[in-house]
């Protein structure tokens, strides 16, 4: 299973980009998918998290802002980041649960990341 994220770059403050995940490969069901991000010098953290029936949760540092969303037909999870800070600076991780057969169990997996910089 690969995780192929896009959508990052250099934007404007205030500004609001749309990251992809495309998760391909053999999959059989999908799971809960998110995004992490890590930002310079610091650790990985949580930003969202959206279940196979769409349930979502948010850092509450990005709660208003950012929108995670999901199309199941095509494996991909998307997040609208809005207003877009200086503090939103990092690497993007998208993380998904994946079953590749019916009887295998979930495996975790994270794409490679996508960075968003934020100039002001």
């Known amino acids: 299973v690969q995780l192929q994220a896009s959508g990052g770059g250099l934007v404007q403050a205030g500004g609001s980009p749309r990251l992809s995940c495309a998760a391909s490969?053999?999959?059989?069901?999908?799971?809960?998918m998110g995004w992490y991000r890590q930002a310079p010098g610091k650790q990985r953290e949580l930003v969202a998290t959206?279940?196979?029936?769409?349930?979502?949760n948010y850092a509450s540092s990005v709660k208003g802002r950012f929108t995670i969303s999901r199309d199941n037909a095509k494996n991909t999870v998307y997040l609208q980041i809005d207003s877009l800070k200086p503090e939103d600076t990092a690497v993007y991780y998208c993380?998904?649960?994946?079953?590749?057969?019916?009887?295998?169990?979930?495996?975790?997996?994270w794409g490679r990341g996508t960075l968003v910089t934020v100039s002001s």
């Open positions: 993380n998904t649960d994946v079953k590749t057969t019916l009887l295998a169990s979930s495996r975790n997996y």
């Open positions: 490969g053999s999959i059989f069901r999908i799971n809960a």
């Open positions: 959206i279940t196979s029936g769409g349930s979502t």
